[in-house]
């Protein structure tokens, strides 16, 4: 339907995980031609922590998950394609507890060690057939590699993405790959952010989800392509211990300094990857904040600049607007000083204690804003909290992709 | 530069107001052919009232006009049409400050009973010598209408905007003018809402405050074109008591209520011009939110339905999403109920209860969609808060207002 984001980048190679076996079907639940279920097997003792969406109209699947979450323990992962299952009431309940007992009896496991995610139309039921066949084709099915089951965890996605982190334990390697999929929200395929990181290392379930959580503001937080969010966003990390290093129990565990490195970095790129994804995006921004009264307050300021529409069609303008940039600061409502604020574009700053910076070199600001990547500098001139964020431009795409169409 | 909104209305018969006197003037903040100066001078014991933006990042003039509403008394206002004078440091306050001496030297009445504001490019200080030449030429012009006023106060606006109510205070008919200016924010003009209310009423500026906090929450905070707030939006009320009726010192004085809803009104009105003239509108939006824990939480749940971009593209491209509009309402972070929603289009209700109307008339909906004035529904379910938001669709056009442009 669209064309490949001009952001895009080429799937990585991502090391398989012990542990942890991929498989995909055809449930057909929408028609068309390619798989839609994924269906992922993890061994005996895998933990599992994870981050869901803030929505409080959220999917049963995102209800049913974090029940599980809070459980610790996962043996499988079943992801459906095209069809989104929010806004279906007790029906689309019971479709997902039929995959969770049907997966439970394969495995010989509880139905709460199975973690079901669906995205695509909403306010249709999951059809309990399609996803009843689908399942067991999955069972039977050949494993497949992690750019087949990234393809299938996909719904209006431009390119499939994957990321990777390995850090050292002890003496002990440990490895992670990761999936995700989204590109901003589309109806009725509400474009919703699912990802999946597996990891070899043996994490205690309370330290994975601490470690989550810290990754997860420093990420999956940052990022905004509308400022719009899905009913279905979930983040899950699944932890085989195949890498057999000694437990990880708490943060002053040998090696969890590394491996939480190691977790943000990963779902740092996957986060980045959904914005190079963002419906009609043309160009990547990061914001960089600098200066603020906090780290909060600094991610806060961030994000309202990376979601103001003038900012952003800025941006798609080339057009160095720091005015813009001033407007939407003092509209997040958090602490700063007018007087005391700095801006820059690329590594020009334009404008510095409240003044705009009197003859500065346009040249390398017209250069920068001409290429892909573009980054804004906001340092407030208050303290030491800071913060990076990343969004896209908003450019007719977004406009033809979302209002060009009829349900 | 843009044609004139299609949502635009005539210029309405606004009846005179004593003690109030409106003229322009050329002072030529740029180097365009129109009068850009407006010089109102009010009668002696006129009372003041004003809100202003929450942007903290707020010009001088908004800096100096909070001091000024702090006094309760007004004897002038002056706006300035094409200069911000925005992020414009001490030397922007010189301008204001010079101006504000000059009318009070003028009228003999102190500088801080003259109001200022100003809108157009910012980072530019307002020049001294323009200001003070084109105010000389102003105390010098012979009185003007409402509209030449309207115009004049206007800089990206692309009809000129003005309203008028009337009450009985006792057995006296007062009345009230307005005019406003804004149209969403277009830098390097970032059009700023300028709103200028008059009245014949005499009524004590505490209580003249109290009546505009009331009115305010019901129509300038309730309608949203991007989301985006300028630096510099101003609304005063001015009571010049002309009209001779005793004058209201408290919510409890004989007429306190009817002078209340007509200032409601006039400010719904003037909000809802601004609304039609938002950039790229081809569609005006009334979001009323019914059944929310409280009036405020239905008011935040209604503006974040309103700044939704997808929901916003949904109108443009006359598809009654209402899946969109489940997800803006689930983001608003307000109580709400997946299972207890409905939502209309026009008067026909697509879903209920967590679910979709199942074979509901699409054909008055469609014909709804067509239409310009759109009118979305919610129902929480919960309690008996409601409120009702103004905003307009996401269009082309606001793209290409926004971003086909170079600074």
Redesign the interface.
Known sequence: MTDISPLASPFPVLPDIGGVTRRVARAGYKNWGRCDLTYVELAEGTTVAGVTT?????STEVEICRDGIAGGKARALVVNAGNAN????YRGREAVEQIMSQVAAHLGCAPQEVFVSSTGV??VPLPKDKARDGLSAAFEAEPCSWQAAAETIGTTDTFAKGATASAMIGGTKVSLSGIIKGSG?I??D?ATMLGYIFTDAAIAPALLQQMLDEANVRSFSCITV??????SDTVLVFATGAAGNTMLTSMDSPGADAFQAALTDICTQLAQLVVKDGEGAQKFIEIDVTGAAGDESARRIGLSIA????VK??I?????????V??????A????D??K?AISFGTTKV?A????VEGYDEAPVAAHLKGQHIRIGVDLGLGSGRATVWTC????G???I??????
Chains 1, 2 share one sequence.
Request: glycine content about 12%; overall charge negative.
């Open positions: 803030k929505n409080v109209c959220c929010a806004f279906t009431g909403i306010g929200m109806a009725p509400m509308d400022g719009d969010t899905s009913t979601n103001s529409p003038l069609t800025a798609a303008g080339e057009d160095a607007n720091w005015g813009r001033v407007m939407a600061v003092g509209k409502g958090e602490p700063a007018r007087d604020l404008a204690n409240g003044f705009p431009d908003l450019t007719h977004y406009i033809s979302n209002a060009d169409y009829r349900s």
